[in-house]
């Protein structure tokens, strides 16, 4: 009966999984116009210039959200967020955590997370 358990936890854990991964699909298509599949398998500068492109439909969402825009929408800024990590190989967030904080901070961290990093590191809490 616990194998039973196990296998259907399993089962749900890789249906989920499969849900994500077609949601980021979808929306890479509609937003880009790129196939996920396709990206993955592009050219070493094809590939940094579509980082790039994202980067900037990211910060573009973000941008509308701070402004209260009435077409900012939060599933599309999290769905560009999980592809740009996917397609760069990871979130950086989780390999700083890893890292117990980098040295250098990012401006794009949120400020109380900034400040405790810059605090391990050795840097008063009102320098930035």
């Known amino acids: ?3 039973l358990i196990e296998e259907a936890r399993a ?3 890789s249906k989920a999984e499969e849900v994500e991964e077609a949601r980021r699909r979808v929306a890479m298509q509609l937003l880009c116009g ?3 599949a396709d990206a993955a398998g592009m050219l070493p ?3 940094a210039q579509l980082i790039r492109h994202l980067e ?3 910060e ?3 941008l509308k959200g701070m402004r209260r825009h009435w ?3 939060l599933n599309r800024h999290i769905a560009l967020k999980q592809v740009l990590d996917r397609l760069r190989g990871g979130s950086e967030a989780g390999k700083r955590a890893e890292q117990g904080c980098s040295k250098d901070a990012s ?3 949120n400020g109380a997370r900034r400040r405790r990093c810059r605090n391990r590191t050795g840097k008063s809490a009102g320098a930035g």
Request: hydrophobic letters at 30%; glycine letters at 4%; zero cysteines.
């Open 60 to 62: 573009r969402e973000r």
């Open 56 to 58: 900037r439909l990211i």
């Open 45 to 47: 500068d094809r590939r």
């Open 1 to 3: 009966m616990k194998h």
């Open 107 to 109: 401006a794009n961290e």
């Open 11 to 13: 089962f749900g854990t």
């Open 71 to 73: 077409s900012y929408d």
């Open 34 to 36: 790129i196939d996920l």
